[in-house]
């Protein structure tokens, strides 16, 4: 089940509204995880099987090109700036680059415990715990993350990149989703 971007709300063209679009992907599939782990105790139903494949698809193929849109396509640009404002930004963005580092352990303990889920229909006691725990700990750290994010890196990154530097952002993006970058309206993306 590919993930769509760029069709809702942003295109190709407002890459960080496009990344800001993915941050409601992300509160979206943290809280099927959520549900998920309030559920683990009972019989998997046929929805719960198919929430949380989902979920983990998301956050193992498309979540990482997210990060991969802020690290190596955005942050950098950013770093070129010699700009007061942006400066005192950056230091957020080492922060939000440390989170990126510690999300990865606790995704593969959810992918971990959630494969095991769905292939044997039930986890151990402590390995529902170890979910809960996992899927707590991201949602408390990505609202965090979120937060800055949208509230400061991306509305600055809005004001102070270039049209061109926004362009060459965008297609970065669209290459990793391997999709051609076209006009508003005339594609469909996948990512």
């Keep these: 089940m590919p993930v769509q971007i760029g069709a ?14 993915c941050h409601r992907r992300i509160d979206t599939f943290l809280s099927t995880l959520a549900a998920v782990a309030d559920v683990l105790d009972q019989p998997m139903s046929e929805h719960t099987a ?34 007061p404002e ?10 939000l680059e440390r989170d990126h580092d510690t999300v990865s352990p606790l995704h593969a303990e959810v992918e971990r415990l959630g ?6 229909g039930s986890l151990s006691a402590s390995d529902c715990d170890t979910f809960r725990t996992a899927v707590k700990k991201l949602q408390s750290m990505y609202a965090d993350h979120i937060r800055v994010e949208d509230a400061v890196i991306f509305p600055l990154a809005a004001r102070v990149l ?3 530097e926004k362009t060459v952002i965008a ?3 669209a290459g990793r989703r391997n999709v051609a970058l076209t006009p508003v309206g005339a594609q469909k993306e996948r990512g």
């Design 86 to 95: 942006v400066v005192s930004a950056l230091r957020a963005l080492d922060e």
């Design 115 to 120: 494969a095991q889920y769905l292939a044997m």
């Design 50 to 83: 198919r929430s949380l494949q989902a979920a983990l698809q998301y956050f193992r193929e498309a979540a990482p090109k997210h990060t991969a849109d802020e690290e190596e396509s955005l942050f950098p640009w950013l770093r070129e700036r010699d700009n």
């Design 162 to 164: 270039s049209q061109e």
């Design 171 to 173: 297609r970065e993006m």
């Design 8 to 21: 809702k709300t942003h295109h190709f063209t407002d890459p960080t509204g496009l990344l800001s679009d």
